[in-house]
């Protein structure tokens, strides 16, 4: 399965590199050969100005009237070789290696997106843990909330109860006062009462004392007699 993956992908990566290379200029290639002079002009009797080895990048400047020879350019030096010896395409040699530098960029980045999805998968267990941690938060919300309502109810009634103990016992305060001045007066009363029974067994006696004396001294006057 791998070796098929890895064939698809030299495939798609090596009709990619084609494309781009042509997309951005047009090159030509020295062929699958040793060897290639580079001239000065279109032609032998042109000195030679390098050599240039087999899968050199050239950059196409030009063609000669005849086709024979082609215009490049060499990492800023231009000159003629020969037209026979260039390929619109890489090497096999320099597909192999644009190749293994794709794959090499591919393999990169496929373990990049491993690591993401790696990160992904951890970051959704955090997210899935701070799920439950917010949904038991959410339930524990519920709880207090529920119960500062029942607490506001109670508070209510008790407000009520409060209010009902409050008035019954200022009717009580009320009822105190007017006992408190009733047994006043009642006191009073009986301190009146108490001074004029007094009074009264105070004169009985007076007239008692006098009235006692005198009946015995009318007893004696009759004796006598």
Not at 61 to 78: A, C, F, P, Q
């Amino acid at each position: 399965m791998r070796q098929l993956i890895s064939i698809i992908l030299f495939g798609l990566l090596t009709s990619t590199v084609t494309t781009t290379s042509f997309a951005a200029v047009e090159k030509r290639y020295v062929s699958d050969q040793l060897r290639i002079q580079m001239r000065s002009g279109p032609g032998n009797e042109y000195r030679i100005l390098r050599s240039l080895p087999s899968g050199e990048h050239l950059v196409y400047l030009e063609e000669s009237e005849d086709k024979n020879y082609t215009k490049v350019n060499v990492r800023g030096t231009e000159g003629w070789v020969l037209t026979r010896f260039l390929l619109n395409e890489p090497i096999a040699k320099e597909k192999l290696i644009l190749t293994e530098r794709e794959l090499s960029s591919v393999q990169a980045e496929l373990n990049t997106l491993k690591s993401q999805a790696a990160d992904l998968a951890d970051e959704k267990s955090t997210l899935a843990g701070d799920r439950s941690s917010l949904n038991r938060e959410n339930k524990k919300l519920e709880k207090e909330l529920k119960e500062i309502k029942e607490i506001s109810a109670n508070a209510i009634e008790l407000d009520s109860k409060n209010t009902k103990l409050t008035k019954r016992n200022q009717e009580l305060e009320i009822q105190l006062e007017t006992l408190t001045a009733e047994n006043a007066r009642l006191q009073d009363d009986k301190e009146r009462s108490f001074m004029i029974i007094g009074g009264g067994l105070i004169v009985f006696g007076i007239v008692l004392g006098l009235a006692i004396p005198a009946m015995r001294g009318g007893r004696k006057s009759s004796g006598w007699s």
